[in-house]
């Protein structure tokens, strides 16, 4: 059951599918995608687009902020606000307990942006259902940037700073969800990763973490997330999460790192989830 339709789904979590077609889902050689993806300089490994990305310089970056603040000046308007929330209301209602009529069935609850709580159905165990809880690219915070800093300093203008943050409201706060099993990240940018929602998580759910290689030990390992409840995974390694379960990581063209300093420092990709019942199996993207 779609309890919310997504508008846009982002590179990094779903679209790669169509990458991963291209080959196996299984691990691969490992060498060979070392050679093509992971790189090494003077700071340790740091990683590339093996189908090469357009270099951004600051002229670039200046000339993007400042376009983006007149674009979304206008965006966020009342007017074009009030709009937004009638034709795409937060459905405060939902039953978020909800979980699928059938063994083998998936629900979906759409939060926002990359954000999606999965719910699957396996097979009942002692005559109870069994269910697995999953959250992609968890951010429930106001703002998916760090210019509110900025902007308190008066160092960047507040249209830019602002339009980077929440309009719609979240329909649901982390403490309220039903218990979360399992968390997967595709990338670490400011709209995937929210460290206000992580330790949320951590207060409230204890979930095991699937990341991109070098996200657990920069991110997870720092916010105090033990080693033993996140897994870093490379392009095409796959991971058997539980007996019914298995989750494989898959490439993605994109770009990473939440400051100057960080960039090409963490992978990214996105995931494939398999899982199968006593009936049937599935494939979910």
């Not at 919310?4 to 789904?9: C, D, I, K, L």
């Not at 960047?156 to 329909?171: E, H, L, M, N, W």
């Not at 392009?235 to 790192?257: C, K, L, R, S």
């Amino acid at each position: 059951m779609l309890k919310f339709v997504a508008r846009m789904f982002h590179p990094g979590l779903f679209m790669q599918y169509f990458y991963a077609l291209e080959g196996s889902t299984q691990p691969q050689d490992q060498s060979k995608m070392t050679s093509r993806h992971i790189e090494t300089d003077i700071l340790g490994h740091k990683y590339v687009n093996i189908w090469g990305i357009e270099q951004v310089t600051l002229d670039d970056l200046i000339c993007y902020y400042t376009e983006t603040a007149s674009y979304v000046k206008n965006l966020v308007s009342d007017e074009n606000i009030k709009k937004l929330r009638t034709q795409l209301p937060v459905h405060t209602n939902t039953d978020w307990t909800h979980i699928p009529d059938n063994v083998g069935g998936v629900c979906y609850f759409w939060i926002g942006h990359s954000t999606l709580m999965l719910v699957i159905r396996l097979d009942d165990r002692e005559g109870e259902p069994e269910v697995i809880r999953v959250l992609t690219d968890p951010v429930f915070g106001n703002e998916a940037s760090p210019l509110s800093y900025f902007k308190s300093k008066n160092l960047i203008p507040g249209a830019i700073a602002d339009s980077y943050k929440r309009y719609t409201p979240v329909p649901v706060q982390v403490s309220q969800l039903p218990p979360i099993n399992l968390v997967m990240y595709s990338h670490d940018h400011y709209d995937h990763l929210c460290f206000e929602t992580l330790c949320a998580l951590e207060k409230y759910h204890k979930p095991k973490y699937y990341v991109p290689l070098s996200f657990g030990k920069l991110h997870l390992y720092k916010m105090g997330v033990p080693r033993k409840r996140y897994f870093q995974m490379d392009w095409y390694e796959n991971q058997v999460v539980t007996y019914d379960i298995d989750f494989t990581f898959v490439p993605a063209q994109h770009n990473f790192g939440r400051i100057g300093l960080d960039k090409c420092r963490t992978l990214w990709g996105g995931w494939v989830i398999k899982f199968s019942t006593r009936k049937n199996e599935k494939d979910l993207f």
